[in-house]
């Protein structure tokens, strides 16, 4: 059997000073699946998306994607297989505000060595979907909080991640809204990507192949 596109085994995580929030914390994501990761605030959902993506390093235990371990690689190596692999929306979308719509969105193509020309088409039709094109000039400060988590979702996906990591990602938006994203989570699994999300919202769960409570 293959291995699956994401493991996390026996992770163990604790901020400074603070209890442990993972302890001997074990999962397996495979490609084609949604997954919904649920729990009560504060217990550590947004910080396991952080090390699932890489965005920090575990204190024991291991991250591998497709059976290979990756949380120890150097800064560099994890710098770039976030850009080439993954595909991340933040809680609160996390757009670089000095920037044009657009230009958030193919934020990523430079730390995949991507070539910007090439991927703006693509960029477009994304916001397409999403109905946020007639913003890609807009800067995100004239954006409402819903339209900068499609927005958000648009830069996650522009480089067909084999792993979606997606924090509260239909939080701010209308069921319409909500059902584009819901059904683009599910159009990028079944290209192969592991999809996880954090959610509170039952009827994103509802949609998710399964649920690990935290
Ligand atoms: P959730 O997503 O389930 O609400 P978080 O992962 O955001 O939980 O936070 C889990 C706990 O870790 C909370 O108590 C939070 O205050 C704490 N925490 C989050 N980020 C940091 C940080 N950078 N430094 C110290 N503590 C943090």
């Known amino acids: 059997m293959t291995a699956p596109r994401l493991e996390a085994a026996d992770l163990g995580f604790r901020y400074d000073r603070n209890t442990p929030l993972l302890e001997g914390w074990s999962a397996s994501f495979r490609a084609g699946e949604v997954v919904a990761v649920t729990g009560p605030s504060g217990r550590g959902k947004s910080t ?5 993506g890489l965005m920090l390093k575990p204190r024991a235990g291991e991250v591998r994607i497709d059976g290979t371990p990756v949380h120890g690689l150097h800064d560099r190596e994890r710098a770039y297989l976030r850009a080439a692999e993954f595909g991340f929306v933040f809680q609160d979308a996390a757009l670089d505000q000095s920037r044009t719509v ?13 070539d910007r020309r090439t991927e703006t088409p693509r960029a477009h039709a994304l916001l397409d979907m999403f109905g946020v094109s007639l913003r890609a000039g807009a800067k995100p400060g004239q954006v409402s909080g819903g339209q900068a988590q499609r927005i958000a979702m648009c830069r996650a996906l522009l480089g067909d991640p084999k792993i979606l990591l ?3 990602p239909t939080g701010n938006l209308d069921p319409t809204s909500s059902d584009v994203v819901v059904t683009a989570l599910h159009t990028q699994a079944a290209r192969g990507a592991a999809v996880i999300v954090v959610t509170h919202d ?10 690990i409570v935290l």
Not at 48 to 52: A, R, T
């Open 48 to 52: 396991l998306l952080y090390l699932l």
């Open 102 to 114: 657009l230009d958030n969105v193919l934020e990523t193509v430079l730390y995949r060595g991507g």
């Open 166 to 168: 997606a924090d509260e």
């Open 202 to 211: 039952p009827a994103l769960v509802e949609r998710c192949d399964r649920r």
